[in-house]
């Protein structure tokens, strides 16, 4: 797509589509959202801007090993935050959390480890559907 109206457009809207998505990673571990649905917002972000630039702009061949990269280390977060639930709580993925003072608001902020758990998911859905679309947007 060469269009000027559809790059106008996701000039707006892809970055609309990233600060929802963080949001939507931050609240997900107490409310609906988290980690899949953020990631899954993120990569419609980055197709999108696949799409209004293609692949010339990117280079996203050479890329996708950084995906590849997002996806590995995603799934060796979710896996490490699962076995710290079995050392210190007795269950594989027990959530944990601890109250973290933050001095320059000076508030106390909640800390669970289902947070951490999150973002491992949210690295592993943009690594996989951002390699997935790029693979299926390969011209042979």
Not at 3 to 16: E, G
Not at 71 to 93: D, V
Not at 105 to 122: C, Q, R, T
Request: hydrophobic residues 50%.
């Amino acid at each position: 797509m060469n269009s000027l109206i559809f790059r106008s457009i996701i000039k707006i809207v892809s970055p609309i589509l990233m600060l929802f998505s963080v949001y939507l990673l931050l609240r997900g571990h107490q409310l609906p959202g988290g980690g899949f649905i953020a990631g899954l917002m993120t990569s419609a972000g980055l197709v999108l801007i696949y799409l209004a630039y293609g692949c010339e702009r990117f280079d996203w061949r050479h890329r996708s090993r950084f995906f590849y990269f997002l996806f590995t280390s995603g799934l060796t977060i979710s896996f490490l935050t699962g076995l710290a639930g079995l050392f210190w709580g007795g269950f594989f993925l027990k959530s944990g959390f601890a109250h973290v003072h933050m001095p320059l608001i000076n508030e106390d902020w909640e800390f669970a480890s289902a947070a951490v758990f999150d973002f491992g998911v949210y690295l592993v859905v943009c690594g996989v559907c951002v390699s997935l679309m790029t693979m299926l947007g390969e011209e042979e």
